[in-house]
């Protein structure tokens, strides 16, 4: 029989670490594409920019390839948003009929950001597998509300596309407002230490508790 873990081999251990594994693979995906896009964001013009990449634009710029996936696997939670916690707004869309294939083909040959679009499909796509396989997840892991999660899972495949394709532009980083949170976040991939992870996911995790409360 192995030696019980000491103090110091707990301490050693992240409780997010990361690993790419079979349930948290997509939910790495995305946020790394995710990453991406902000990074793409930090590098065009200052006067482009919205409010969340000025204040945030001297952690992005700086971000390598490396750091990027390293960030993007720290933490067990989607870090963008599609009014994942805005009922009404998916209450609107429920009453949106499904597109035609003609409808679809159209929305994507339509200009507009193809990382940005990418990131909201997939986004999407992994809200609609995690609410129909796992519904206390889509509720912590990536932010829906219940009332969206129940109209997330009635979603066809054309649907995903044609509001992927609609909305794209109104993706945003899940907790936008909380600069301390992601100041922490950009500069944590600098290192690997155990302890400013477990700390960071708390903070997340806190946050997502949160929007749990605010749902009942």
């Not at 159209?106 to 990382?115: I, K, L, Q």
């Amino acid at each position: 029989m192995s030696a019980a873990p000491t103090g110091t081999d707990l301490n050693k251990r992240s409780a997010i670490a990361p690993l790419r594994h079979e349930r948290l693979g997509p939910l790495i995906d995305v946020n790394a594409l995710g990453l991406h896009w902000l990074v793409e964001c930090a590098n065009q013009p200052m006067n482009n920019s919205d409010a969340f990449i000025k204040a945030h634009r001297q952690c992005l710029i700086v971000l390598t390839e490396a750091r990027l996936l390293s960030l993007a696997s720290r933490i067990p939670l989607l870090l963008f948003d599609l009014h994942f916690q805005d009922d009404a707004w998916w209450t609107r869309q429920a009453q949106w009929q499904a597109p035609s294939l003609n409808e679809v083909l159209s929305a994507h040959s339509e200009p507009g950001n193809p990382v940005l679009l990418g990131l909201a499909r997939s986004a999407l796509v992994l809200a609609w597998h995690t609410a129909r396989t796992d519904r206390d997840a889509a509720r912590v892991m990536l932010g829906l509300s219940p009332a969206v999660a129940n109209v997330v899972t009635q979603l066809h495949l054309q649907n995903i596309d044609a509001l992927a394709a609609r909305h794209h532009s109104e993706m945003t980083p899940r907790w936008p407002c909380d600069k301390a949170l992601w100041k922490f976040l950009l500069n944590a991939g600098k290192g690997k230490d155990g302890l400013a992870d477990n700390v960071l996911a708390l903070q997340c995790l806190s946050l997502a508790a949160g929007e749990l409360l605010r749902a009942v």
